[in-house]
């Protein structure tokens, strides 16, 4: 198991920036990869972006390809999530979570069904 937390969320607005961090802990040497999901009331969990824990390959939703970055800081097992030009559309609960096993296939790493262990999640509300 790995355990994770979310930290960063609060209000902003339209235009401002907001760094999500999300902190692993345990078994972290079993994970293969970290994802970022969103969701707003009355939505799905909506895939923003993922890491592979070792490779540091990366990648994005469209709809936040070019505002958002994931980054890994490997010294404390840390995931950040650099969110700028926030929209109000952004506004959602933002989870962090942990794949524990391989995808050669990135698209697995669009499905939250992919992911193992999953964070209680950190609230941002985008103003316009």
């Known amino acids: 198991q790995v355990a994770l937390v979310e930290s960063g969320g609060g209000l902003v607005q339209a235009g401002g920036s907001l760094r999500l961090s999300c902190a692993a802990s345990?078994?972290?040497?079993?994970?293969?990869?970290v994802g970022w999901f969103r969701q707003a009331p009355g939505k799905e969990r909506e895939f923003i972006a993922a890491i592979r824990w070792n490779s540091r390959i990366t990648y994005y939703a469209d709809s936040v390809k070019g505002r958002f970055t994931i980054s890994r800081d490997g010294a404390d097992n840390t995931v950040y999530l650099q969110m700028n030009t926030l929209k109000p559309e952004d506004t959602a609960v933002y989870y962090c979570?942990?794949?524990?096993?391989?995808?050669?296939?990135?698209?697995?790493?669009?499905?939250?069904?992919?992911?193992?262990?999953w964070g209680q999640g950190t609230q941002v509300t985008v103003s316009s």
């Open positions: 979570a942990a794949a524990l096993r391989y995808y050669s296939d990135s698209s697995y790493f669009r499905e939250a069904s992919s992911y193992a262990n």
């Open positions: 345990g078994r972290t040497f079993s994970t293969y990869a």
